[in-house]
C-alpha cells in the first residue's frame, strides 16, 4: 500500500480501510472522507498503517459498504476531483469473489451517472516459493 500511495499524483483523493472482522479506517486525522494526495497527507497514512494489526477472517462485505459510504460523504463534502473513481482491495484470499455481489450492489447508484466505480483487487500471499 504504501508503495502504491508513493505513485499516485497530488490531485487524486484517497483514504485507506483496513479490515478485521469490522472495517476501519486508521487514521486519528483522516478517518471519515478521502483526503486530497498531497505528500503530507500520504506520510499520514503510511503512518498510520504501520499501526495497524490485521487478524481473523476479514469482513470485506462491510469494508465495501464502509468504502461506498466514504466516497458519497466525499463528494458530498467536494472532496473528489469528479474524474474516475477506483477502489483498490488489497487481501490474501479470495476477496473478489467474496466482493463482487455486493460491490456490484453499491455501484449501481454510481453507474446510472455514468461514472461508475472501478476496482481492482491485488491477491497477496504470506509465503514465498
Known amino acids: ?48 498503517l504501520d499501526k495497524v494489526q490485521i487478524y481473523g477472517r476479514a469482513n470485506f462485505t462491510a469494508a465495501i459498504d464502509l468504502a461506498f459510504k466514504v466516497l458519497k460523504r466525499s463528494e458530498k463534502a467536494g472532496k473528489t476531483n469528479g474524474c474516475s473513481r477506483t477502489l483498490v482491495v488489497i487481501g490474501d484470499g479470495d476477496v473478489g469473489s467474496q466482493i463482487r455481489e455486493v460491490f456490484d450492489d453499491r455501484n449501481k447508484e454510481f453507474s446510472a451517472t455514468g461514472n461508475p466505480v472501478k476496482v481492482i483487487v491485488f491477491r497477496t500471499t504470506t509465503t514465498m516459493k
Do not use: R
Not at 31 to 44: A, P, R
Open 1 to 48: 500500500v504504501k508503495v502504491l500511495f508513493n505513485h499516485l499524483p497530488s490531485y487524486d483523493f484517497l483514504n485507506i480501510i483496513a479490515v478485521n472482522k469490522d472495517p476501519f479506517m486508521p487514521s486519528d486525522c483522516f478517518n471519515s472522507t478521502l483526503e486530497k494526495g498531497t505528500k503530507e497527507i500520504k506520510d499520514n497514512l503510511k503512518q498510520s
